[in-house]
């Protein structure tokens, strides 16, 4: 069982940067969980942003086409923390931002690959 608490988000002008976090609470090896970002916005499906897989050294990742050399994930298991930093923001990323993780996984895109979500964060980016 774990827990993920997520944290940053905000309002931010287009072109700005955002830092979301999602770091694992109670009795876990954070670096056995494979973690992905989604996204919601008002009206849409959640939709896969990034992820990152399970592992302790070398890890793959894996980005939407439409954050591709925005956004990066990376992680941080002495933290049992994986980030998501948002460079050059649209007012399309607006929505709420969703970490996700599942033991063992690779950097999967599907929101049906993840058992454990984070409570959510807003992300909203004005012109």
């Known amino acids: 069982q774990v827990q993920l608490v997520q944290s940053g988000g905000g309002l931010v002008q287009a072109g700005g940067s955002l830092r979301l976090s999602c770091a694992a609470s109670g009795r876990t090896t954070f670096s056995l969980y494979g973690v992905g970002w989604f996204r919601q916005a008002p009206g849409n499906e959640r939709e896969f942003v990034a992820a990152?897989?399970?592992?302790?050294?070398?890890?793959?990742?894996r980005y939407a086409d439409s954050v591709k050399g925005r956004l990066t994930i990376s992680r941080d298991n002495a933290k049992n923390t994986v980030y998501l930093q948002m460079n050059s923001l649209e007012p399309e990323d607006t929505a709420v931002y969703y970490c996700a993780a599942q033991a063992y996984a690779g950097p999967y895109y599907r929101t049906t690959d993840y058992g454990y979500w984070g409570q959510g964060t807003q992300v909203t980016v004005s012109s």
């Open positions: 990152i897989s399970w592992g302790g050294g070398s890890t793959s990742t």
